[in-house]
């Protein structure tokens, strides 16, 4: 026989049965009530939220020994941390596609390489993609060089969407045909950097703006912010030495130095498209040796659409004038806010002119090297003190020092 459960349905049935029983027999029914608990189904705990996590990179004894397998490991999840603990870590092509942090020992302590040699690699070292927000902090980034077919960003390649931040770093000796220190086409931060020794080798075609940039490259819509940081001694074989900005994208450099960067063409330090804004920087000492569209225009810093100039000095650049009003199609570049500025030839006409009597880029301390106001500069105190926008130089000495504060990267300290 088979027993099915009581619903309340056939409870009530069996209920109207009896009393239609007792109605028709004149007996009243015996009835017992049973109560019946129900026994409540069992739910699952609760599931917990995975952790960020930190996980090492090394040789041998760490819990990977390369930061692409950490980055693929599925408990490295968003907020996670890979430390490279290697003094010499090699590894080529590395693609960042997670919300991370990637963080090395120091600049000087940790590098990661894309091989032993520039000549002989075959591959950038970081690829940041798939929309990532993404830190690297703490490591020299050397010896990147991309295929022919991926011949931009030798060091660093910022895709589209992402949001890199790039702190206490050094970008070093790679090679592209763009962008050989780093291409950047999303969002990018540099703080306290050193961008150096990087060679863009590929020559533009005719007509085509976006190849080039030896140090730095922002491309079509990029925002691009550059802090504390001293970019050197780059070199691109047609133009943009130093920092070459194109299109539409927006640029700041704050308490930077631009110096001694070279271009086979023409514009040795800053090809400015788009929108630049240039705040308490000091651009010297870049030479443009050749003749290309934009020689004769400009060898510090070209202006192409629109740079605001504010506390800068911008001097003895060989090969052109220290600022020029780039042309491209009969169009001209233009300069907005021009405030307080030092340039060695006048151009651009700024505020003072002469020679900002530079020392050379040294260790004047921070974790940068910066050219020092030699005694008896004109920017010395040339900046009155309600027009100081930024509250410290680059190597992190307060400003003002004096009656106002000085032009440029650098602030003299009374003490110095």
């Not at 049973?34 to 069992?42: G, H, I, L, N, Y």
């Not at 090394?58 to 990977?64: Q, T, V």
């Amino acid at each position: 026989m088979i027993h099915r459960p009581t619903t309340i349905l056939t409870r009530n049935v069996i209920v109207a049965l009896l009393l239609a029983t007792a109605l028709v027999t004149g007996c009243a029914p015996q009835v017992q009530v049973v109560e019946v608990t129900a026994t409540p189904m069992p739910t699952s705990p609760p599931t917990a939220t995975p952790a960020p996590t930190t996980v090492t990179v090394c040789a041998s004894g760490c819990d990977f020994t390369t930061i692409q397998a950490a980055i693929h490991d599925f408990h490295t999840i968003a907020g996670s941390t890979i430390n490279v603990t290697d003094g010499v870590h090699t590894e080529a092509n590395i693609i960042v596609n997670k919300d991370i942090t990637i963080q090395g020992q120091g600049a000087e302590s940790t590098i990661v390489q894309a091989h032993d040699s520039v000549d002989a690699a075959a591959g950038r070292v970081f690829f940041i993609t798939d929309g990532a927000t993404v830190t690297i902090r703490g490591m020299t980034i050397r010896h990147g060089n991309p295929p022919e077919h991926l011949r931009t960003g030798g060091g660093i390649y910022n895709d589209y969407f992402c949001a890199l931040t790039l702190q206490d770093s050094i970008v070093a000796n790679n090679v592209a045909s763009d962008g050989a220190g780093i291409s950047n086409r999303g969002v990018m931060t540099i703080t306290r950097c050193i961008v150096s020794g990087n060679v863009a080798d590929g020559i533009e075609e005719p007509g085509h703006q976006c190849g080039n940039g030896g140090g730095v490259k922002a491309v079509a819509t990029a925002t691009t912010v550059i802090i504390n940081t001293t970019i050197t001694g780059n070199h691109a074989v047609s133009r943009g030495g130093g920092i070459k900005s194109n299109c539409d994208g927006t640029m700041e450099i704050i308490n930077s130095t631009i110096s001694g960067n070279t271009a086979g063409s023409s514009i040795a330090g800053i090809y400015a498209r788009g929108t630049v804004t240039i705040t308490n920087s000091t651009i010297v000492g870049n030479d443009a040796a050749g003749m290309g569209r934009h020689a004769g225009n400009a060898s510090g810093i070209c202006v192409r659409d629109l740079v605001n100039l504010v506390n800068t000095i911008i001097a003895n650049n060989g090969g052109g004038q220290d600022c020029g009003l780039c042309e491209s199609a009969g169009v001209y570049g233009s300069i907005g806010v021009n405030v307080n500025n030092l340039i060695g030839d006048g151009s651009c006409h700024p505020d003072y002119a002469g020679d900002p009597m530079l020392g050379p880029l040294a260790d004047n301390g921070g974790s940068t090297q910066t050219h020092a106001l030699l005694p008896g500069s004109p920017a010395i105190d040339a900046i009155p003190t309600d027009e100081c926008l930024v509250g410290a130089d680059q190597r992190g000495k307060p400003r003002p020092q004096g009656t106002g504060c000085d032009i440029g990267a650098y602030e003299l300290q009374t003490n110095e």
